[in-house]
C-alpha cells in the first residue's frame, strides 16, 4: 500500500472512533496527506528511504510541531504556536514517519486532566483508568488510530497506560532522547519515549529518535545501542541475563498481578535467564519526594502564567504549582540529596543483576472509580506510585509490557527495569518474551 493509502485508512479511523475516545486533540489531516504524498513521491522516485517510511504515528500534545499550539493539556499555553519542530518530531519526520496529530493528556502531565478539555477513554472499557499522563497516546494507539505514538514519563505516564490499554512502551534512560520543543513538567525527570503495540515497534522508534542534540545539553553524549539489532538477538541476550524480584515489591501487588507478574518470571526463566532474589533500598520517601520535587519543577515552568492569571489552571495543576512556590530551596535541596543517594543505592543493586521484574500498579486494571476514591493518599503511594516514580528518581530506563488479562478481559501489565543506559537489555528480555507469549496480540474488541 501506498503512505496515502494507508494515512487516509487511519484518517478514517479517527474520524469512525475519536468521537468516542477523545484521544487526539489536533487531527493534522491536511499536513499528514500531503507528508504521505511526498513519502510516496519519493518512494516513486527511488530514493532512500526512512525507517518509519510513511508510517502515520501522533504525539502528545506537548511536543512541538510546527504551526499548532503544544498546549500541554492546559488552557495556560494556548496561544503559543511552534514555529519549529521538537527535536522528536524533527527525527520521526526524517525517519519517514506521517504525523496524524496532537494527543491528548493530563494537564501539563501531573494527574489530572483540565475539566475543559477532552478526557480520553480506555477503548477497553469506559470504566478502567487510562493511566496519565499520556492517556491519549494510550487510547488512540491501542484502539489502532495510529501505529505509534511518543509519550513522556515523569513517573510512570509512559508505563500506567501502557499497561492500562495492553500496549508495549519505553520509558529511557533519562537524557537518552531530547527534550528541545518539549514543554516541561518536571525537568530533572521527564523522559521522551514510545509507545506502540510490539517491543519491536518501541525499538524501531526508539532508534529513530534517540542520541545527542545540542539544543537539549543533558541529552547523553554516547549514542546508545541499537534497540532494533538487540530485538534480533532477544533469545541469545536472555540466556544467562540476571534477573531480579523483589518479594517485598510483590507482596504490595492484588493476586492477579503477582501471579502475572510470577507466571512472566517463569517464561523468561525458561528461555535461559536466572532469576534471582533481591532487596531494593527503601522507596517510601522518594515516593513522598516525587511530588514536591514535580511541584518545583512545574512552579518554574509555569511561574510566570501562574502569577498572571492562576484561573486558566484546573484545580490539581493549580494546587501543584502553588505548592512549589511555596516550597524553601533548603527542603528542595534535601529532596535531591536524597534523590542522589538513592540512586547509589540503586546502582549497588544492580551489580549483582541484569534487569528488575517489577509490577507496573499493584492493582490490575484499576477503574477510574476506584482511582478518584483514593485520591492521591497514602493508598495511591503504595498502589499505584510504588514501582514507576523510584525508577525516575534514579533516571533508569523500563520496558512495559502486556503480560496477561484480569478475569473481566481487561489488560495489564509488568516493567522490566534495567540498568542506566542498558535499554538493550530489558528490551532483548521483552522482545523473547513477546516470541514466546500472544498477550500483546490481543485488540480491544470495539476496534478491531
Request: hydrophobic content about 40%; charged content about 20%; glycine content about 10%.
Amino acid at each position: 500500500m501506498t503512505s496515502s493509502e494507508v494515512t487516509e485508512a487511519m484518517l478514517d479511523r479517527i474520524h469512525r472512533y475519536d468521537a468516542r475516545l477523545s484521544s487526539f486533540g489536533d487531527v493534522l489531516a491536511d499536513s499528514a496527506r500531503k507528508e504521505a504524498e511526498e513519502r510516496d513521491s519519493r518512494h516513486g522516485a527511488g530514493l532512500e528511504l526512512g525507517v518509519l517510511h510513511g508510517v502515520p504515528i501522533a504525539v502528545k500534545d506537548l511536543f512541538a510541531v510546527t504551526g499548532t499550539p503544544a498546549s500541554a493539556g492546559t488552557r495556560a499555553f494556548d496561544d503559543r504556536i511552534a514555529e519549529f519542530d521538537a527535536t522528536v518530531v524533527h527525527r520521526l519526520r526524517s525517519a519517514g514517519a506521517v504525523i496524524v496529530g496532537k494527543l491528548n493528556m493530563s494537564e501539563g502531565a501531573f494527574a489530572a486532566h483540565h475539566p475543559e478539555l477532552g478526557t480520553p477513554q480506555n477503548p477497553w472499557g469506559d470504566h478502567l483508568w487510562v493511566g496519565a499522563s499520556s492517556s491519549g497516546n494510550a487510547a488512540a494507539t491501542s484502539a489502532g488510530l495510529c501505529y505509534a505514538s511518543m509519550g513522556s514519563d515523569t513517573g510512570g505516564s509512559i508505563r500506567f497506560p501502557s499497561a492500562a490499554t495492553g500496549l508495549s512502551g519505553l520509558k529511557p534512560t533519562w537524557g537518552r532522547v531530547s527534550r528541545a520543543g518539549m514543554v516541561g513538567f518536571a525537568r530533572d525527570l521527564d523522559c521522551p519515549g514510545p509507545m506502540a503495540r510490539s517491543v519491536r515497534d518501541c525499538a524501531i522508534v526508539h532508534d529513530a529518535i534517540s542520541g545527542p542534540d545540542p539544543d537539549d545539553p543533558v541529552t547523553l553524549r554516547r549514542p546508545g545501542d541499537s534497540l532494533t539489532e538487540a530485538c534480533d538477538r532477544a533469545e541469545d541476550i536472555v540466556d544467562g541475563t540476571r534477573i531480579g524480584i523483589d518479594p517485598s515489591f510483590l507482596a504490595l501487588c492484588d493476586a492477579e498481578t503477582r501471579d502475572m507478574i510470577l507466571a512472566a518470571a517463569a517464561v523468561l526463566e525458561s528461555l535461559g535467564a536466572e532469576l534471582v532474589e533481591v532487596a531494593l533500598p527503601s522507596v517510601e520517601q522518594i515516593v513522598d519526594d516525587w511530588t514536591p520535587a514535580c511541584a518545583v519543577e512545574a512552579a518554574l515552568v509555569h511561574e510566570d502564567v501562574f502569577r498572571r492569571s492562576p484561573e486558566v489552571y484546573g484545580p490539581q495543576l493549580s494546587a501543584l504549582i502553588a505548592q512549589g512556590l511555596a516550597i524553601s530551596g533548603v527542603d528542595y535541596q534535601r529532596i535531591l540529596n536524597r534523590r542522589q543517594d538513592f540512586s547509589g543505592r540503586v546502582r549497588e543493586t544492580f551489580a549483582d543483576i541484569d534487569a528488575l521484574l517489577l509490577q507496573v500498579t499493584g492493582i490490575a486494571a484499576p477503574t477510574a472509580a476506584y482511582l478518584d476514591d483514593i485520591g492521591v493518599g497514602p493508598e495511591w503511594r503504595t498502589r499505584i506510585m510504588m514501582a514507576t516514580c523510584p525508577i525516575n528518581s534514579a533516571g533508569l530506563p523500563a520496558m512495559t509490557i502486556p503480560g496477561g488479562a484480569t478475569e473481566s478481559g481487561a489488560p495489564i501489565g509488568f516493567q522490566i527495569v534495567g540498568a542506566s543506559d542498558r535499554e538493550a537489555t530489558i528490551v532483548a528480555l521483552a522482545e523473547a518474551f513477546q516470541r514466546h507469549t500472544d498477550h500483546h496480540r490481543r485488540r480491544p474488541p470495539a476496534y478491531v
